[in-house]
């Protein structure tokens, strides 16, 4: 383990306690003459302004602290020193969104002190969750040069019960942060072992050595900037570089802790341990949900803070007394969701093997429920339930209901040539292969052949695909418990752009969930919404139309003969009797380029999961994806 920092010791004052008595007088006669003669004083003060003048001086004082004009209002005081130390201390202590002071009566005068006056004033303070917080307190004001009267000095003015040496303080005591939990009941995301990395300029003997173990964590970490910022801080100022999971610095902590200057604390807070892109993280300063599950169900998990205004010792920072303190906090509560852990890992290692950016997506076909939602990179974009992308041919699920829904058998003949012409624009298979014009349904959907279905477009209206694509809950909104894309399937435009979406092109998009979901929706025969957390959907979306069953029967047939004798044989021999539908994805990259997106969606017919996969830049369904999804279902 390396060096340890140095500790800074806060601003100082020494401690004392001011006591304070009263003075009873006895006797009727006394008291009668006391009376008349504070009487007469008050009389003369009205008579030449004294008390407007304290009044208006106190007026000053309050209206420049609650501006947070601190310096201003330090100088309206006999001890301007004393008066901005304690003040400056008092709004970096409390954090007032608002700060609100006023003259409450009359100046009085004060007994036993010559010309001095009482001002009384009413502070409110807005402190966040914990609301106002107002309280009654005076100004004792002294006539100072040029007829300004000045407040007498002491912490009392801040509070009454404000003494020498103190201060006031808004504590706040988080609960721990509640977990969320996988369906089994283990943690995704709870509370972790952390290791904060730091450099101590005044220990760093070798710079060199310690920017090399920075750049061997392989973390992003810019090393040059660093450098810059080394060199800019107080040799004793610790310089903060990375926050390591255990498992990554116990991989390293032998380096790191040989070099000079390399400084590690050891520290818990809230992580993901699965499901990364899923389940969010947080936001370093606050602490608050920054994404992902984590942010959306922030004030659920965080819970209510316990927070209190204290007097505390300036010295050592103890509080001494409590003036004003919130009902009691409570913890936060855990986020419950779908995901079986089994399958998310098993889903996890098979993107980490391959080392891609690519998602895949798990659903319970008989419930809806997401047993994984995985993406690579783990810290990514969560493209699983989020990414909007072309299907390509897997959207031929959808493409062959419509047909099949209209009256088409598998047997029927579509035709697949090598190429197929729409208004000037050719369509041709992948690798330019074609089967012949007695190319069956079955046949095209096993081989995916998309000159097959582009030629048969006359025997779609523009906004088939758009109707077929409700049984499979596309392009509806959905409830699921997290953000989602839950796809779009446009009405054509025209007979080209009709042409692009029969083979999940064009304007047709969608989530990796959402391909799942349609692999669901035959396995099973009903569109049931995908459900990540349960308890936070009301209603679930209802398709408003459902496929019949001899079309239901027709594509599990055509899917799992993709599987033997098609385009998916990467599943054959996949336990489980997998059904498949492969597809290959064409887009532009950011630098024009020409790409493709792999994919593979199924359904095992030995049991209760269906899947989609997805590889980003690269490949096609059979060849890329296939390998990938097989690695995934093997693995369960």
């Not at 201390?89 to 005068?109: F, H, I, K, P, R």
């Not at 269906?610 to 830049?617: P, S």
Request: net charge negative; with cysteine.
């Amino acid at each position: 383990m390396g060096n340890s920092a140095p500790g800074w010791d806060p601003q100082r004052q020494p401690a004392s306690w001011r006591s304070h008595r009263s003075v009873v007088i006895g006797g009727a006669v006394l008291v009668t003459v006391l009376a008349v003669v504070a009487v007469l004083v008050l009389r003369g003060v009205d008579g030449d302004g004294r008390s407007d003048q304290a009044r208006d001086g106190a007026d000053a004082f309050l209206r420049a602290w609650a501006d947070g004009d601190l310096a201003r209002a330090a100088s309206l005081t006999d001890d301007p020193e004393g008066a901005r130390s304690l003040l400056d201390s008092v709004a970096e202590n409390m954090g007032s969104e608002e700060t609100v002071l006023e003259v409450a009566g009359e100046a009085e005068a004060v007994e036993d002190a010559d010309e001095a006056m009482r001002v009384p004033f009413t502070a409110t303070f807005t402190l966040g969750e914990l609301g106002d917080w107002s309280y009654d307190s005076a100004a004792v004001m002294v006539p100072g040069e040029e007829d300004r009267w000045l407040v007498r000095w002491e912490p009392a003015v801040v509070h009454p019960r404000l003494g020498e040496g103190q201060t006031l303080v808004l504590t706040t005591e988080e609960p721990e942060r509640a977990p969320i939990l996988a369906a089994d009941g283990s943690q995704l995301a709870g509370p972790s072992t952390v290791w904060d990395i730091s450099i101590w300029p005044a220990m760093l003997s070798d710079p060199t050595a310690a920017y090399e173990a920075i750049d061997a964590l392989d973390v992003g970490v810019d090393t040059e900037a660093l450098a810059d910022r080394v060199a800019a801080a107080e040799p004793d100022q610790a310089v903060p570089v990375v926050t390591l999971r255990d498992a990554d610095y116990q991989e390293h902590a032998g380096e790191l802790g040989a070099v000079p200057g390399i400084q590690v604390q050891e520290d818990t807070r809230p992580l993901a341990h699965a499901a990364r892109s899923l389940v969010g993280g947080l936001d370093p300063e606050s602490g608050a949900g920054s994404s992902g599950l984590q942010q959306r169900y922030d004030e659920q998990l965080a819970g209510t803070p316990a927070s209190a205004v204290v007097i505390a010792d300036r010295e050592s920072g103890e509080a001494v007394d409590t003036l004003y303190e919130q009902e009691g906090g409570e913890a936060g509560s855990p986020v419950e969701t779908t995901i079986d852990p089994e399958v998310q890992a098993a889903a996890e290692e098979a993107l980490d093997d391959l080392g891609r950016a690519g998602s895949i997506v798990a659903i319970r076909p008989s419930s809806g429920e997401v047993l994984a939602a995985a993406d690579w990179p783990l810290d990514g974009f969560n493209r699983s339930l989020q990414g909007q992308l072309a299907p390509g041919s897997t959207f031929k699920v959808v493409t062959a209901a419509a047909l099949l829904e209209a009256g088409v058998t598998p047997d029927d003949r579509l035709g697949c040539p090598r190429e197929v012409t729409v208004n000037g624009q050719a369509f041709e298979n992948q690798n330019e292969f074609e089967l012949g014009p007695e190319t069956t349904l079955r046949e095209a959907f096993t081989e995916s052949c998309n000159t097959a279905f582009i030629g048969n477009r006359d025997r779609f209206e523009d906004d088939t695909l758009n109707r077929t694509a409700r049984a499979f809950g596309i392009g509806e909104e959905w409830s699921v418990g997290a953000v989602t894309f839950d796809g779009s399937v446009p009405v054509a435009d025209d007979e080209n752009a009709l042409a692009a979406s029969l083979i999940g092109q064009g304007q047709v998009q969608a989530s990796p969930l959402v391909m799942a979901s349609v692999a669901a929706t035959v396995a099973d025969g009903t569109f049931r919404q995908p459900l990540l957390v349960p308890a936070a959907v009301e209603e679930p979306y209802q398709a408003d139309t459902e496929l019949s069953e001899s079309t239901v029967a027709a594509l599990r047939t055509m899917m799992r003969a993709t599987v033997t004798e098609g385009s998916a044989s990467a599943l054959d021999g996949v336990p489980g009797e997998p059904h498949g539908k492969t597809g290959t994805a064409e887009y532009r990259a950011e630098d024009g380029e020409l790409s493709t997106n792999a994919w593979m969606i199924g359904f095992l017919g030995e049991g209760d999961l269906a899947f989609a996969v997805v590889l980003e830049d690269g490949g096609s369904g059979g060849r890329d994806a296939g390998p990938l999804a097989a690695a995934f279902l093997t693995a369960l």
